[in-house]
């Protein structure tokens, strides 16, 4: 029997969240990179948290664009310190500002998506588990992407966080075999030339 990965529950944001976002190979760079802030961001909390303060976070962070928030000082931490529609953890808004910048060195060179699908061989990664309690929670490719991230000026990118990263983008599709999105997720993932032409 066919039935979603138990972790989605019942709340309607959850399932939607896992029926139409979690697990599809995301290839865009911003859009990576927001998700990866997002994931510091839950560090400590539950990801149903981080959804349910998803918009304030785009409105507050300008739209997740790097190349704005890189230019933001200790007015704009002051600013997010005091907005009560997000986790005001000034840490993990100190680190997203730099995040931003060590996301600008990377995009500008080999690119952020590209830096991130290479570690898979820009395909994404298959589990063929059919019990959650099975599945890892990091593994020696996220302490390895940790690690590569941390030395190019990341924060709160942690082997646990990298890992949930790389689910919640496609770069492993941990999808358990009876969930009914296993198949499509793993038809989500786009030929790598077709992404990056030579």
Request: aromatic residues 12%; glycine residues 8%; negative net charge.
């Amino acid at each position: 029997m066919s039935e979603r990965c138990g972790w989605a529950g019942t709340e309607p944001i959850y399932v939607d969240y896992h029926d139409t976002e979690w697990g599809v190979a995301e290839y865009g760079s911003r859009a990576l990179w927001e998700k990866l802030i997002l994931d510091g961001f839950q560090a400590g909390l539950s990801w149903i948290t981080i959804l349910k303060k998803r918009d304030n976070f785009r409105e507050a962070f300008a739209g997740f664009d790097p190349h704005v928030i890189a230019t933001w000082g200790e007015d704009d931490v002051q600013r997010l310190l005091g907005n009560p529609g997000i986790i005001r953890h000034r840490g993990k808004i100190e680190a997203t500002i730099g995040n931003a910048r060590a996301w600008q060195k990377i995009e500008a060179t080999v690119g952020f998506d590209r830096f991130l699908w290479d570690y898979v061989d820009g395909r994404p990664l298959r589990t063929t588990l059919s019990d959650r309690a099975e599945m890892p929670t990091q593994s020696a490719l996220s302490t390895q992407i940790s690690k590569d991230l941390k030395k190019a000026g990341f924060r709160f990118c942690g082997p646990t966080i990298v890992y949930a990263f790389m689910e919640a983008t496609g770069l492993i599709n941990n999808h358990l075999t009876t969930c009914p999105r296993h198949a499509p997720c793993a038809a989500s993932a786009r030929d790598p030339a077709e992404v990056w032409p030579a």
